[in-house]
């Protein structure tokens, strides 16, 4: 059983934290919000970050964004890690620091993994998240059975960052068939016809997608999705326009043709402008049937 420390102890760390309890982990966390921390049943909680980085085998970070990730590497985890220690970024961040931080980290002799999710937060509670690692494969064999605790399936995409960018480009794509169902069934009623016929031909013909036969955003035709609950998240409108902004600065940094992508940003842009970052991402479909 390997010692753990882990850092971000929020709606995802939550569940995950919990789980490598359950495996029989020694985990160790840290919140800033002592509260947050202290409800992992099972786990030690440290008095700080430099606590929870320090002495253990592997350090697991879940945290909101890249600029956060850097500096809890740069202040705490790097300067305080014992020898050995594996890192374990779960984070969703940019490419770019992704891979700069993997390479301070190589440079100070630790190994560093880039391992995004994919599986919200039912996922997280449930330990069938998707894993999307980048990084050596000597870190990636020691990282999988940990990371097999919290998820069904775990991928080595290459190395450094590439977790990251499969990440946001599996994302690009999903908000794109998100925002496409939407204005499928969107257009049907406005002319008029019936969305269950939509939905009964198109989850078996050529519009076939997740975003339509899993997620669908039109309530009342499909399974039961966020669309059948008022379209609380689920995944939240602000996590996919986050998502949504490292695809774009991905993108523009090789030079990527992503029109559609770009629509897809704006379109959640203005859902946050609306104050509706909170919102599921598939509730969309609001703006596009007229409805609130
Ligand atoms: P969250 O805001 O609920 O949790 C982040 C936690 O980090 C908070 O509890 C916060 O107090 C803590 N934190 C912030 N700065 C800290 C610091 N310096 N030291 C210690 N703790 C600190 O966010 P979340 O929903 O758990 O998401 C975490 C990450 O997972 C994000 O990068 C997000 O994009 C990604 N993600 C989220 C989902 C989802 O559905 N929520 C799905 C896939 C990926």
Redesign the pocket.
């Known amino acids: 059983m390997a010692t753990i420390g882990f850092?971000?102890?929020?709606?995802?760390?939550?569940g995950m934290a919990r789980n490598l309890v359950g495996a029989g982990h020694e985990v160790t966390v840290?919140?800033?919000?002592a509260e947050?921390a202290s409800g992992i049943e099972g786990a030690m909680v440290a008095a700080s970050?430099e606590a929870a980085a320090a002495g253990r085998d592997i350090i697991i970070t879940?945290?909101?964004?890249g600029p956060?990730v850097a500096?809890?590497y740069r202040d705490?985890i790097i300067p305080n890690a014992a020898p050995d220690t594996l890192f374990i970024d779960?984070?969703?961040?940019d490419v770019e620091t992704a891979r700069i931080l993997a390479e301070e980290a190589h440079g100070a002799g630790f190994r560093m993994l880039d391992a995004?999710?994919?599986?919200?937060?039912a996922g997280?509670d449930a330990g069938t998240l998707a894993f999307m690692v980048g990084g050596s494969a000597e870190g990636f064999a020691q990282a999988e059975p940990i990371l097999g605790v919290m998820g069904a399936k775990v991928v080595h995409c290459g190395e450094a960052g590439a977790g990251q960018g499969i990440k946001i480009c599996n994302n690009m794509m999903l908000a794109i068939q998100m925002i496409s169902v939407a204005e499928g069934f969107a257009l049907a009623e406005k002319l008029g016809l019936s969305p269950r016929s939509l939905f009964d031909v198109s989850s078996a013909a050529s519009g076939q997608c997740w975003s339509l036969t899993t997620y669908c955003p039109m309530p009342g035709v499909g399974p039961q999705t966020s669309a059948d609950k008022d379209y609380q998240?689920?995944?939240?409108a602000g996590?996919m326009h986050?998502?949504l902004g490292l695809a774009m600065e991905a993108a523009s940094g090789v030079g990527a043709d992503v029109a559609f992508g770009r629509a897809a940003y704006d379109v959640y842009e203005r859902m946050v402008e609306a104050g509706d970052a909170g919102v599921d991402f598939s509730g969309v479909i609001r703006g596009k049937r007229g409805v609130s």
């Open positions: 850092i971000g102890i929020g709606n995802m760390g939550t840290f919140d800033l919000d947050k970050g879940m945290l909101p964004a956060i500096k809890v705490t779960c984070s969703t961040i995004p999710v994919s599986g919200g937060v997280a998240p689920g995944f939240a996590l986050k998502d």
